[in-house]
């Protein structure tokens, strides 16, 4: 049996008067790869920002390697050893490629060790060594999201959340970065992912989780989600 | 006789360019027109005239003063502006939160200084240096080695240290900051602490140059700074260092051929005619946001 990294007891978040998720429970195993599948609104990413921080949950509790991270600070969540590429990419636009990377180290003091960190995003994504010194705002929507995923990657992280990273890519660019996913996966980092192209998604993915409306309706191994009629014909689109 | 003009220009200007700095980054980090600078910027001369009259000595008044009026602005961002935001309150709020700050800060000091105008010392008083014909005094160029040292030192912190790229990242993206792990509160503070040091160093300074101090030496010099950061482009630093000299140049010179009735007026027509050009001032960056 595989270590639980991260378990997710009956969470409520709130987005303002909201209630954005409804009592979430979902487990995390080490070396993992799980898809959230869910249509818009259904609290994917805020599930993800419940696990960050950025939206505390009102009730229920978040265990990250044992510890209880519900009321953490964002940067001491990030610092615990979970990375996210958000939604929208959100990389610093008049930045350098190079200083949206040291941010991305920014819970870090090593610098030998945030070298090392840097040289295996440069080998996932050699374009990004190429334009290190370009600001993130002037590359292309797929080089913003290496972008994000490489920052992400800079803290080193055990979890790494990623949030719609095939979003507005061309269909090449969209396997590479499946692909990516995956090359990630296999040095050792556990991936919670969130895609709208779910059908790829669940491929490359061990278990996935289907919310509806904030709350889990369904969840298993990969294989079966892809396989269930509800799911295939909600999410998949070939029924 | 226009090179004399000048060199009291730029002097001027740089002072100003302190003050405007510390609208810039305020509003870089928190798209805030912190309008309490000016009477900050009142309260850094009122502590620098307590050190002095205390007679404590060049180093250990300008430490005091910067650090007092440090702390003063971080006060007001901790006690005022943070709960504020934590509520999520709209801009116009903060915008007049501020506002009000800056009265009581004024009446502050008028009911413990009083309502007049003291003398204060002139600083680095050791002389006039001329050459070719424009003479500067000591008092002048020390001002500008001064002002010139605290930009460097903005622009290290800034370009050069880990604190600094916290500050461009919050500045740029909250959000994606906090997802890296930055605290940005505790950005926002160390921002506000940077903002009111330059405006207490720019006190110490023109208290020293005009030898004068009174409570409310910061309206006028605290809109024509914020006119002199919309000029230069708020949020970006040498912008506003560049601004703060435009309109410290144009307003010796305005005394000069026009009169100094005249002078007050000459920044607000400089920026009105920039500001009708370049909306976003000269080295504003117009697609900040939309990326």
Redesign the interface.
């Known amino acids: 049996m595989k270590n639980k990294l991260l378990e997710l007891k009956d969470v409520n978040t709130y987005y303002g008067s909201i209630h954005a998720l409804k009592g979430v429970s979902m487990e995390i195993y080490e070396g993992e790869i799980v898809t959230l599948i869910g249509s818009n609104g259904a609290g994917k990413s805020t599930t993800l920002s419940s696990i960050?921080?950025?939206t505390p949950p009102q009730s229920g509790s978040i265990i990250f390697e044992g510890k209880d991270i519900t009321k953490e600070?964002?940067?001491n969540?990030?610092?615990m050893g979970i990375g996210?590429s958000?939604e929208g990419r959100?990389?610093?636009?008049?930045?350098t490629v190079m200083?949206n990377l040291?941010?991305?180290a920014?819970?870090r003091t090593s610098k030998t060790e945030i070298k090392e960190s840097l040289d295996h995003v440069f080998e996932l994504f050699p374009r990004l060594q190429e334009r290190k010194k370009q600001y993130?705002?002037t590359l292309s929507g797929g080089e913003q999201q290496m972008l994000a995923i490489g920052?992400a990657m800079?803290?080193k992280p055990k979890l790494l959340l990623l949030d719609e990273p095939s979003l507005g890519l061309a269909p090449n660019l969209v396997e590479m970065i499946f692909k990516l996913i995956m090359r990630i996966n296999k040095t050792g980092v556990t991936v919670m992912l969130i895609e709208q192209n779910a059908n790829m998604a669940l491929q490359i993915s061990d278990r996935g989780y289907v919310l509806e409306t904030g709350k889990v309706t369904l969840s298993g191994p990969a294989e079966d989600l892809r396989t269930n009629d509800e799911v295939r014909k909600a999410y998949l689109g070939n029924a | 006789m226009i090179a004399q003009q000048l060199v009291y220009g730029v002097i001027l200007g740089m002072v100003y360019a302190l003050l405007a700095v510390g609208y810039s980054l305020v509003f870089g980090i928190l798209r805030l027109l912190n309008m309490s600078h000016g009477s900050v910027y009142a309260f850094g001369a009122h502590m620098a005239l307590m050190a002095v009259t205390l007679t404590w000595g060049l180093p250990a008044a300008f430490i005091f003063t910067i650090v007092a009026t440090g702390v003063l602005n971080v006060v007001i961002n901790n006690v005022v502006l943070a709960p504020l935001r934590a509520r999520n309150a709209p801009n116009i709020t903060l915008l007049i939160s501020v506002t009000g700050v800056s009265y009581i800060i004024q009446n502050g000091l008028m009911l413990t200084f009083g309502s007049t105008r003291m003398p204060f010392p002139k600083i680095f008083d050791y002389g006039n240096i001329t050459i070719g014909g424009v003479t500067i005094t000591s008092t002048q160029l020390s001002i500008l080695i001064v002002t010139l040292l605290l930009f460097a030192i903005l622009f290290l912190i800034t370009n050069c240290t880990?604190m600094g790229?916290?500050m461009?990242?919050s500045s740029?993206?909250p959000?994606?900051?906090?997802?890296?792990?930055?605290?940005v509160r505790k950005v926002v503070t160390f921002t506000f602490f940077l903002s009111g040091m330059s405006a207490a160093v720019a006190g110490y300074m023109i208290a020293g140059y005009y030898e004068m101090v009174y409570f409310t030496m910061g309206t006028a010099a605290g809109l024509k700074a914020f006119a002199a950061a919309v000029l230069g482009g708020i949020g970006v630093l040498y912008g506003s260092v560049a601004g703060g000299v435009i309109v410290g140049i144009a307003e010796a010179m305005a005394t000069t051929f026009l009169g100094s009735n005249y002078a007050e007026a000459s920044a607000y027509v400089i920026l009105f005619l920039v500001l009708l050009l370049k909306p976003s001032g000269l080295f504003g960056?117009d697609?900040?946001e939309k990326?």
């Not at chain 1, 959100?90 to 930045?95: D, G, K, N």
């Open positions: 960050t921080g950025l600070k964002s940067a969540i990030i610092k996210i958000p959100e990389v610093f636009p008049t930045l200083e040291k941010a991305g920014y819970t993130a705002g920052r800079m803290c | 880990k790229l916290a461009r990242c740029q993206n959000k994606a900051a906090n997802l890296v792990g930055i605290d960056k697609n900040l990326v």
